[in-house]
């Protein structure tokens, strides 16, 4: 990964920017998404903030909702109100008085997400759809469970051929980065190359939690995973990020393309009896999407295969362990 320190540093460039707020002022979490490159970070700023190790040091009681009001604050809103008037900013019944003139938006910033999204673009471009044939012997599942800022990466293999687990390993390491919609990767792919260098078998590939191509950016998880590994490697999410279904999926079609822009990036796939929501499945790297969706169909007994399953039964029971 290109950019390792950058995700490891991710965190203290953040408390810096919240610093940058001078006293008398206030900013948003809006603001501070935008300083870190995307509007979509703004659910990170307000965790990262509720987080904020050196409350004395990093001013976090300075940020507010975009409409002036307090919004939240770890030490209750009245505590974040006597703060503000102590600096000199007035509130009235929670919200700032003349909130357009105290309001602070010139931040300094290299706009590290930015940074992370060219590294995006230029890697989908070397994605493989391979010419495979989808001879996988030994299937691999990943998950991460989390706790705060630990990640518990579990990974389960199995025999293909006698549809049972064979090795499974959970490792648990730190965690700087926070989740940010489509930003996946940069959190999770550190945790994942941890547990599978754990593995004495080498899969053939390995299933994902997340998405692959089936992304805004054609670069999900799955994808930075067969690419960082050189295994082939099949996207699974949950929810889907972007697309159409184009046909309606349900107990008699269970398999529908999912397009966009009029491309193909991955299926829809309702599969397992007791299943009632798709799951979505789409190629990361070295897989083709027929046999992207072979292999799911073929190990799910449940809604969510089989490998992935119990990688993530297994970092669950490793992370409440730890609790």
Request: with cysteine; hydrophobic share 35%.
């Amino acid at each position: 990964m290109e950019n390792l320190s950058l995700i490891r540093s991710f965190r203290e460039k953040f408390y810096s920017l919240v610093s940058q707020i001078p006293e008398g002022r206030v900013s948003t979490y809006g603001e501070l998404a935008r300083s870190l490159g995307s509007n979509r970070a703004a659910r990170a700023v307000g965790k990262m903030l509720n987080e904020n190790p050196r409350p004395e040091v990093v001013p976090c009681h300075r940020v507010v909702k975009s409409d002036g009001t307090l919004g939240g604050y770890d030490r209750g809103k009245e505590e974040k109100k006597k703060l503000l008037e102590k600096e000199g900013v007035s509130v009235e019944d929670e919200e700032i008085v003349n909130f357009e003139e105290v309001l602070f938006t010139d931040f300094q910033s290299d706009k590290p997400l930015e940074t992370l999204r060219e590294e995006q673009m230029e890697l989908k471009e070397k994605v493989s759809f391979g010419d495979d044939e989808g001879d996988f012997a030994t299937i691999a599942g990943v998950d991460v469970s989390y706790s705060e800022q630990r990640a518990y990466p579990a990974i389960s293999l199995w025999d293909r051929k006698k549809k049972e687990e064979k090795e499974a390993y959970v490792t648990k390491v730190e965690v700087d980065f926070p989740y940010i919609p489509t930003f996946l990767a940069f959190r999770e792919l550190p945790p994942l190359l941890d547990v599978l260098s754990e593995a004495e078998t080498k899969p053939d590939v390995v299933m994902v939690d997340g998405n692959g191509v089936m992304h805004p950016h054609e670069m999900g998880l799955a994808s930075h995973l067969g690419l960082e590994t050189k295994i082939p490697t099949v996207g699974v999410a949950k929810s889907k990020l972007c697309g159409k279904i184009m046909e309606d999926v349900d107990k008699q079609n269970r398999v529908s393309e999912v397009r966009k822009d009029g491309s193909l990036i991955g299926h829809a796939v309702l599969e397992g009896e007791r299943a009632k929501n798709p799951i979505y499945v789409s190629p990361g790297h070295k897989v083709s999407h027929e046999n992207a969706v072979d292999l799911v169909r073929e190990f799910c007994q449940y809604k969510v295969p089989d490998p992935i399953r119990r990688a993530h039964i297994k970092a669950t029971k490793r992370r409440k362990k730890d609790e």
